[in-house]
């Protein structure tokens, strides 16, 4: 099977300002989009990678929200995404609690592994990992990537030095890390 690369996005933090501790972000109204987000989006697919949203949200675990309420959001910001000339290839969200003992919640890779085989499945192609990327802004998500096999970007944070033979650096925001992944392409 032929191998792409893919950026895997967390979502809270990276595309949306985050919510206050112990809050979640629930509808439209209160989904801000950071800055650079938009030209991030653009500046990957235009280079040809596969994008996909990892996000955990445990809020509909908590019955603070539905999953058909987090669907709605996401279909806003999509429709959004399009208005302003972005294309997101597929969100995968893990809806479970600390206690649910799932294999989705970051930062068990199993939302990578579910993008990757929705990859396999509808289009015939796999995951490159050497020129793939987990990007978040927390451990967990640079957890996440390590365990799935990626190259990972923390936002605002240290980076794990761990020797996988991947990277694991860290950027400011999407855009910078966009700019960093492009520019350490060989
Ligand atoms: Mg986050
Ligand atoms: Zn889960």
Known sequence: MKSIPVIFLDRDGVINKPAKPHEYITSWPDFVILPGVYEALRLFHDNGYKIFIATNQR???????????????????????????????????????????????????????????????????????TQSWMIGDSKSDEEAGINYGVNTILIGGESSSVDDGMKHITANNILDSAVKILEGRN
């Open 59 to 129: 809020c509909i675990s908590r019955g603070l929200a539905s999953r058909e309420q987090i669907d709605a959001l996401h279909e806003r910001m999509t429709e959004d995404f399009a208005r302003n000339g972005c294309f997101v290839d597929g969100i995968f969200i893990c809806p479970h609690g600390y206690d649910d003992d799932c294999d989705c919640r970051k930062p068990k890779p199993g939302l990578l592994l579910q993008a990757q085989k929705w990859l396999e499945d509808s289009e015939g192609v796999t995951v490159d990992k």
